[in-house]
T-cell receptor, first 119, second 112 residues
Framework: GAVVSQHPSRVICKSGTSVKIECRSL??????MFWYRQFPKQSLMLMAT?????????EQGVEKDKFLINHASLTLSTLTVTSAHPEDSSFYIC???????????????FGPGTRLTVL | AQSVTQLGSHVSVSEGALVLLRCNYS??????LFWYVQYPNQGLQLLLK??????LVKGINGFEAEFKKSETSFHLTKPSAHMSDAAEYFC??????????FGAGTRLFVKA
């Protein structure tokens, strides 16, 4: 149990366009979802935390107008990279947690990640 | 502030040898500690976690880790490495605020 999916797994887009990444909890209600960014050969950097029905809380240095996060339901959160530029190219990973997940407190369940390449 | 330090960005072992990946943490409150594994172009998979209770934690794929409060460490071990263990390993700490801080990661290479 506690499976998180992401779509798409890979996306290539032109500079200036917007890209939406979906994160779904398949068998539990994710009251909280997290979005991370991972640069090559580096660790995960938390971008934002979103609670269902509330505005996302962004980490310092993350542009909220550039990285739009929506968590409209207990099973879906989306990250939209607006006006993407080559420096936004990265691996984006979401995770979720919440009641019903087969876990103890504070365990997050991670999606498989989305590789974004901006040309 | 909480932090996680993984000693050694790369570790190389021979197949069948002991795997030891080091992790030290800093936390002002009792931490929850995690080890995750990441294969290329994939998300993170939980190997094991320490929350409370027994300090020696057993995880999947034969891995285990011991929480040593006096040393603020949570090193990951496996008695005998397999080729399939080659991956990136992340130690992480969560102090109860649903905010997980990850170490920089250690890439494990397994030689035949």
């Amino acid at each position: 149990g506690a499976v998180v999916s992401q779509h798409p797994s890979r996306v290539i887009c032109k500079s200036g366009t917007s890209v939406k990444i979906e994160c779904r909890s398949l068998d539990f209600q994710a009251t909280t979802m997290f979005w991370y960014r991972q640069f090559p050969k580096q660790s995960l950097m938390l971008m934002a935390t979103s609670n269902e029905g509330s505005k996302a809380t962004y980490e310092q240095g993350v542009e909220k107008d550039k990285f739009l996060i929506n968590h409209a339901s207990l099973t879906l959160s989306t990250l939209t990279v607006t006006s993407a530029h080559p420096e936004d190219s990265s691996f984006y990973i979401c995770s979720g947690t919440g009641p019903g997940a087969v876990s103890s407190y504070n365990e997050q369940f991670f999606g498989p990640g989305t590789r974004l390449t901006v040309l | 502030a909480q932090s996680v330090t993984q000693l050694g960005s790369h570790v190389s072992v021979s197949e069948g040898a002991l795997v030891l990946l080091r992790c030290n943490y800093s936390s002002s409150v009792p931490p929850y500690l995690f080890w995750y594994v990441q294969y290329p172009n994939q998300g993170l998979q939980l190997l094991l976690k320490y929350t409370t209770g027994a300090t020696l934690v057993k995880g999947i794929n034969g891995f285990e880790a011991e929480f040593k409060k006096s040393e603020t460490s949570f090193h990951l071990t496996k008695p005998s490495a397999h080729m399939s263990d080659a991956a990136e390993y992340f130690c992480a700490v969560d102090t109860g605020g649903f905010k997980t801080i990850f170490g920089a990661g250690t890439r494990l290479f397994v030689k035949a």
